[in-house]
């Protein structure tokens, strides 16, 4: 704990929460998280961690974004393949995710690009692509174990994240959906567009049906999650863009998903595996 000293943190208590010796809590006197993750970053990356003001719990509301945080991709680059367009699509993708383009504008930009691709190349696309990230099923199936209501909200379309949530278990999805006549996407979405807005307000809206005091965790990885991750009791960057990991109080750098149960405390012998 030296290191941390150094770096102008007082450490108060130190203990490894398991047996196997890879999660350690460390208590501090002192109330000042932003000394704490340069600390943290300094000595100990790549690391997960949580800053909380309190001993972590587990949340009664677990709401995450799909592309690269649950699964693998990002379901519009790998259907921008089959478009023929991939590294155009990815490039825009890339800058929305880093905070450089506005979301809204970026996402009809690209679905415009797949305008007459067939429907079928949603369905094959999901089949042949898409993959869980590790430790999801096991995540969500444990946290809902314990009561917490899961919800996935994504800037992606309901032809991939419905599928995908009923697949990890979610109970709730709200997401776009894209425009498809004869067949084929038209080019355009239907309905009210999923932004980092709509990820915040639906956050706080199913904590507001669970009642005062509930905690909240939230997953993300890019600029459009940052709303979503401060809004939450716990928001925790999963291999995140450097805006989404510089807003949330915690991160995984290093491990799978299931390094969220170890942040929260959850022994190993009662993750339900998914």
């Excluded at 809590?25 to 990356?45: C, K, L, T, V």
């Excluded at 790549?46 to 799909?66: Q, W």
Aim: include cysteine; glycine fraction near 10%; proline fraction near 4%.
């Amino acid at each position: 704990m030296s290191q941390l000293e150094s770096g102008g943190v007082r450490v108060a208590s130190a203990a490894m929460l398991d047996s196997c010796g890879e999660t350690m809590q460390i208590g501090s006197p002192d109330n000042d998280a932003g000394a704490m993750r340069e600390a943290i970053d300094a000595h100990f990356s790549p690391c997960d961690m949580l800053i909380s003001d309190r001993e972590p719990e587990v949340p009664g509301l677990f709401i995450s974004d799909m592309d690269s945080t649950m699964i693998r991709q990002e379901c519009i680059d790998e259907l921008a393949d089959f478009a023929g367009m991939k590294h155009h699509i990815a490039a825009i993708t890339e800058r929305a995710m880093q905070g450089e383009l506005d979301f809204e504008s970026a996402l009809r930009e690209r679905v415009l690009l797949l305008r007459d691709l067939s429907e079928q190349a949603i369905a094959e696309c999901l089949n042949t692509r898409i993959d869980p990230m590790p430790g999801a099923r096991t995540l969500v199936a444990t946290l809902k174990a314990r009561g917490c209501r899961t919800v996935l909200v994504t800037g992606g379309f309901h032809h991939f994240a419905d599928p995908i949530a009923e697949q990890l278990g979610f109970d709730h999805v709200v997401g776009n959906r894209l425009e498809i006549a004869d067949g084929k996407l038209t080019g355009g979405l239907v309905g009210a567009i999923t932004d980092s807005s709509v990820k915040q307000q639906t956050l706080l809206a199913e904590m507001a049906e669970i009642g005062e005091g509930a905690v909240s965790l939230a997953t993300g990885d890019g600029a459009n999650d940052i709303p979503m991750l401060e809004a939450a009791t716990y928001g925790i960057a999963y291999r995140a863009k450097p805006k989404a990991r510089a807003a949330a109080n915690g991160w995984i750098d290093r491990g799978d998903l299931t390094a969220i149960l170890q942040l929260l405390g959850i022994p190993r012998d009662e993750w339900v595996a998914g």
